[in-house]
């Protein structure tokens, strides 16, 4: 079975530009999370959807937002570019929306900010 | 205070040696902890998750929890090279809580 997809792998974009990154989760897990990742730090939390609606929200400014589609898909989309976003981006599913359901990542996808 | 803290590293252990990874927490009434290996330039793989007090095995891995404490602890048996990696502590800190809060990991690796 296929793990969790993303794409792109690698984007390098400019300052002031906007990114869409996209994510489809395991088959038949409804819940996708979304993380930013940057070097030598552990994964933070900036999204988390269920059942198409926001379940949780980090502490990340307004530039970023998410969605997610009826087949359970997910975009994160970033406006207002800065230096500081270059990081890896992290999604990862789960059967449910439930605290204890086990998260499984995807391969994420590098963003580079010139 | 961190909401999740690691020792950094690197934990160095020769082949076939027992690895403890250790990780504790701020929150009591967190319920769900987890743990994630990342190779270098990869995501992170689970790899363990306990919710109960107590040992939990998994092959050559053991996690154990202890809420009283606050720690959670990750020990893997016979370690191999190729269990050199960076091994994230997650944890939903806070009552119903969805989010993971994780550690910044500890870099394991494993002398042949």
């Known amino acids: 079975d296929a793990g969790v997809t993303q794409s792109p792998t690698h984007l390098i974009k400019t300052r002031g530009q906007h990114v869409t990154l996209r994510c489809s989760p395991i088959?038949?897990?409804?819940?996708v999370s979304w993380y930013q990742q940057v070097l030598g730090q552990g994964p933070q939390f900036i999204f988390q959807?269920?059942?198409?609606?926001?379940?949780g929200r980090g502490n990340f400014p307004d530039r970023f937002s998410a969605r997610q589609f009826p087949n359970y898909s997910s975009e994160l989309n970033v406006n207002a570019l800065l230096l500081g976003d270059s990081a890896l981006y992290l999604c990862?599913?789960?059967?449910?929306?439930?605290?204890?359901?086990?998260?499984?990542f995807g391969d994420g996808t590098r963003l580079s900010i010139l | 205070q961190k909401e999740v803290e690691q020792n950094s590293g690197p934990l160095s252990v020769p082949e076939g040696a027992i690895a403890s990874l250790n990780c504790t927490y701020s929150?009591?009434?967190?319920?769900?902890f987890f743990w994630y290996r990342q190779y270098s330039g990869k995501s992170p793989e689970l790899i363990m998750f306990?919710?109960?007090?107590g040992d939990k095995e998994d092959g050559r891995f053991t996690a154990q929890l202890n809420k009283a404490s606050q720690y959670v602890s990750l020990l893997i048996r016979d370690s191999q090279p190729s269990d050199s990696a960076t091994y994230l502590c997650a944890v939903n800190i806070g009552t119903g809580r969805r989010a993971l809060t994780f550690g910044s990991g500890t870099r394991l690796q494993v002398q042949p």
């Open positions: 959807y269920y059942e198409k609606e926001e379940r």
């Open positions: 929150d009591r009434g967190s319920q769900s």
């Open positions: 088959s038949g897990h409804k819940s």
């Open positions: 306990i919710y109960s007090n």
């Open positions: 990862a599913s789960s059967l449910g929306g439930a605290s204890n359901q086990p998260q499984h």
